[in-house]
């Protein structure tokens, strides 16, 4: 149990102590998630207590779905809508993260339509979502990723609209890693986001008829084949988001490139070992990660001419974002 929970559970009233919830936040993120935590030390400092928020509120409700049995995760999900209907409302809010949360959706401007579809997304966790072809899970990775990412900006002020699109790929393509890398754990959870189409050209379309059992042995060659379609699509995405580095301010993109870098070399270990879903979880070293820090932060220095530019032309000004990007086919990269 987080942080964060613990508090709710004990029901310690910190509901108007700032510094408190702010505290629970970035125990979470340095908690839960260690790649996330490295890049956010990369932000300026307002930034990376916002990025904090987003974070533990995001996974106090990823943790809210797949925590619960399956029996009560509908109950969960109306819970975390009542929540955020209070966020957005009126209301008092008495739990110290709602609050910072609240205090952060005001503050940036941030669209109701993002954590809804988050919130959405986990639905389709909680319901045990198919997934037959490939729109169908990049819908998915747009809910659950690409919004996280869309608040980003709104949190480090990022409003070009071609700028936007290229943060909804990042996401798309940090929860395809996702899927290509948790294939055994989802499994567990009876879960399975590899595409039925997919899996059915590669020949392990019968696959999703054995969950609730022990995988089968003999179709980890097929799903190895699958996870390295899926990677190839997830290095498309990386590749799109890459183009939007620049939109960034410095330190923003010294911080996105770093998560990037680190989430995409997950892809690299996964290869390594020849996409075999049940070789273990790949995992990047820390060594690996130091490394990436420094590559991302010569890639960023190696765009300050352009910004220094852009900066004298007037053209550098970050503003909140004006436009809501929604999932569509037009999203989906080629």
């Not at 964060?4 to 340095?30: H, K, N, W, Y």
């Not at 709602?98 to 959405?120: D, T, W």
């Not at 045990?128 to 490939?134: F, G, L, R, T």
Request: charged share 25%.
């Amino acid at each position: 149990m987080s942080a964060l929970a613990e508090t709710r559970e004990v029901g310690v009233a910190v509901s108007g102590d700032a510094a408190v919830a702010l505290e629970l936040c970035r125990a979470s993120i340095q908690t839960h998630s260690k790649s996330f935590a490295l890049a956010s030390k990369l932000l300026p400092p307002r930034s990376r207590d916002d990025a904090a928020v987003l974070y533990a509120w995001c996974r106090a409700a990823d943790d809210a779905i797949d925590e619960s049995p399956p029996a009560q995760q509908s109950q969960e999900l109306a819970r975390l809508r009542s929540e955020l209907e209070t966020v957005y409302g009126n209301q008092p809010v008495a739990d110290p993260l709602l609050s910072a949360f609240r205090e952060l959706l005001e503050r940036c401007s941030i669209p109701r339509h993002y954590p809804s579809e988050l919130l959405a997304g986990m639905a389709m966790d909680a319901k045990a979502q198919n997934y037959p072809d490939v729109p169908t899970l990049m819908g998915y990775c747009y809910r659950v990723a690409s919004t996280v990412g869309l608040m980003m900006c709104h949190v480090i002020g990022l409003g070009r609209e071609q700028a936007m699109r290229h943060a909804a790929h990042l996401g798309m393509a940090m929860q395809l890693t996702n899927v290509c890398r948790d294939v055994m754990e989802d499994w567990q959870r009876e879960r399975l986001y590899l595409p039925d189409s997919l899996l059915e050209r590669h020949g392990a379309g019968r696959l999703r008829s054995h969950l609730g059992g022990e995988f089968p042995r003999e179709l980890r060659a097929a799903c190895a084949a699958t996870v390295g379609e899926l990677l190839d699509m997830a290095d498309r995405y990386y590749r799109s988001a890459d183009r939007g580095m620049r939109d960034l301010p410095w330190r923003a993109a010294f911080g996105v490139r770093t998560a990037r870098l680190v989430y995409a070399d997950i892809g690299r270990v996964l290869r390594k070992a020849g996409c075999d879903v049940g070789a273990g979880r790949a995992i990047v070293s820390k060594p690996r990660k130091l490394f990436l820090v420094m590559r991302a932060g010569l890639e960023a220095l190696g765009e300050l001419p352009g910004r220094l530019l852009r900066t004298l032309s007037g053209r550098s000004r970050y503003t909140s974002p004006s436009t809501r990007v929604e999932f569509s086919h037009d999203i989906l990269c080629s």
